[in-house]
């Protein structure tokens, strides 16, 4: 490869949402040229995920697009033909499954839950632990023989896992019966890589290492009628020094407060009974805003006076959670008490080297503030154990800090090296056997404390928001209360989607068994 195609395709690489027809045309061209080319160029020159170079990005304007569109050339493409999307790891990634299926949608595909039975199967995947990128190089084997028997069929991987140099270089040599790689920030471009990929013969790549805009006016085909996800952020700045996502989901930008709110209006017109805020980062919200003095607190303020009956968020960072936030909060009214609050560690030092910028004290106070001014609101957690050189001691304050707070629930892992992340280059005399065992020992403690936070609910009557049957028994139906406990109780079909009222009768570990007493007339 010349220096004038490698710089061709440096501009792909970087590319820009207005440059897209010319990187197009250089693509074609250079793939035209020698597919061996485009291969290595991947292999040689594709940048690691930088932190000194993603801490730099701050100053770059985020561009806003209101201008999404299919090219009517491309509006019968998947006529007569159905896709399959597979997703795997957080309710970003659920959503971003909604926007594609909306896209494909648009495109005249239908959806089918069977692989045997799909034009075109998307791995939408997850980076954030070794063992969700296992999982989705396992299905990638799976899925070979079925390619192989059906050339037709458009495999293509994307999510987090694409915006990975490593990645993109295993499967470029191991799966070579993969026919396109898109990034998080390329998923607007469906239309065109979809185009792409049924016309061309080389692998179809496209994935932006550029920090993201925000793009309006997707179409979303989604996932129920009764609660909703909605974007309000993307990306994070925080640099927690074992995450890989700053570099997977770019930097932070903020939708416009008005675009957020009428599409929470619009969902609520529509028969929505939830919506759940989206973010990596949802405390953040605003700070890159820069005509607007404008946070979180001040959104959920105005969402607040939306008919819509329960409002949540997530993902919350201690650091960025205000006393405005707090205080609009206690409002109540449809702001759900649920308050999912990612700690850790309960260690001071642990916390310094995961540059998680708060103390255990401070983490406490934040607690402390939020129970004063919302007490019967729920508190969960994430906890990494096993962070590198982790001492005894340390975890102890991990598992006492557990119990100061009261956490109701928590998701624990076991820290996962991310290459490309500072942790990773850290030496660690942790065993994973001590791993393991701190592991369980703190399930052990959330376990008890789940139990317990439940108990408090017997003989209570709750309102349930009715998502379906329960998974284990069509005879059951189950639903969430406001702090978002599992209720699975015995009720009429009529009742999914609404409201209503339930008896708890017994309390397990992690889900409440309950009796309907009255079918809610009016939700709110
Ligand atoms: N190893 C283990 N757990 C991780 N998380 C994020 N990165 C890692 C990692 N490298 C956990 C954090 C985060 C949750 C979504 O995943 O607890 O809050
Ligand atoms: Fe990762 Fe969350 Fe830290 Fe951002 S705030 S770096 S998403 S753990």
Do not use: C, L
């Given at each position: 490869m010349n220096e004038q195609q490698r710089k061709e395709m440096s501009q792909i690489r970087q590319g820009n949402p207005a440059d897209v027809k010319s990187d197009q045309d250089n693509l074609e061209r250079l793939k035209k040229k020698n597919s061996d080319d485009f291969v290595k160029y991947f292999q040689t020159?594709?940048?690691?995920?930088?932190l000194n170079k993603a801490r730099k990005r701050g100053k770059q304007d985020v561009k806003y697009h209101e201008d999404f569109t299919i090219p009517e050339e491309l509006q019968n493409i998947g006529k007569g033909k159905k896709y399959l999307i597979r997703t795997y790891g957080c309710q970003m990634n659920e959503h971003d499954t909604e926007v594609m299926a909306g896209i494909l949608t648009d495109l005249g595909f239908e959806s089918t839950s069977d692989a045997n039975d799909a034009d075109i199967i998307l791995l939408n995947t997850c980076a954030i632990r070794e063992n969700a990128e296992n999982k989705v190089f396992g299905e990638l084997g799976h899925l070979k023989p079925l390619k192989q028997n059906r050339p037709d069929l458009i495999l293509g991987v994307c999510g987090c896992m694409s915006q990975e140099e490593s990645v993109v270089n295993k499967i470029l040599e191991k799966h070579q019966h993969v026919d396109l790689i898109f990034g998080t920030h390329n998923i607007h471009r469906l239309p065109q890589l979809i185009q792409e990929a049924i016309f061309g013969k080389e692998m179809v790549v496209e994935v932006w290492s550029k920090e993201g805009d925000v793009i309006e006016n997707l179409p979303k085909a989604r996932n129920g009628k009764t609660k909703a996800w909605v974007n309000i952020m993307y990306g994070c700045d925080k640099f927690c020094t074992y995450c890989i996502v700053p570099m997977t989901r770019g930097k932070e930008r903020s939708r416009r407060p008005e675009d957020i709110i009428q599409e929470i209006r619009h969902l609520a017109a529509q028969g929505y009974k939830e919506v759940t805020l989206l973010g990596q980062n949802v405390n953040a919200y605003g700070k890159d805003l820069q005509d607007l003095e404008y946070g979180l607190g001040d959104l959920m303020d105005e969402i607040r006076k939306i008919d819509i009956p329960r409002v949540r968020f997530t993902t919350s960072h201690p650091r960025d959670f205000d006393d405005r936030l707090i205080e609009v909060l206690a409002k109540g009214g449809n702001l759900m008490p649920y308050i999912h609050l990612p700690v850790q560690s309960g260690s001071s030092e642990v916390l310094k080297r995961m540059n998680r910028k708060y103390t255990r004290e401070s983490y406490l106070e934040l607690v402390r503030k939020i129970k004063e001014a919302i007490p019967h609101a729920a508190l969960t957690t994430d906890i990494i154990v096993g962070f590198p050189n982790e001492t005894e001691e340390q975890f102890e304050e991990t598992m006492t800090l557990y119990e100061e707070v009261g956490f109701e629930g928590a998701y624990t892992f076991i820290y996962s090296p991310r290459e490309g992340t500072p942790a990773a280059k850290k030496e660690d005399n942790v065993p994973m056997d001590v791993k393991k065992k701190r592991l369980y020992r703190l399930n052990e403690r959330v376990n008890k404390y789940s139990r317990e936070a439940l108990k408090k609910y017997q003989d209570k009557i709750v309102d349930v928001l009715v998502e379906g049957e329960s998974k284990n028994n069509p005879d059951v139906l189950a639903g969430y209360t406001p702090e978002s406990k599992l209720v699975n109780f015995e009720g009429p079909k009529s009742a999914i989607g609404q409201i209503v009222k339930v008896k708890i009768t017994n309390t397990k570990s992690w889900t409440l068994d309950g009796e309907m007493i009255e079918e809610a007339v009016e939700v709110k």
């Open positions: 020159t594709y940048e690691t995920p930088n």
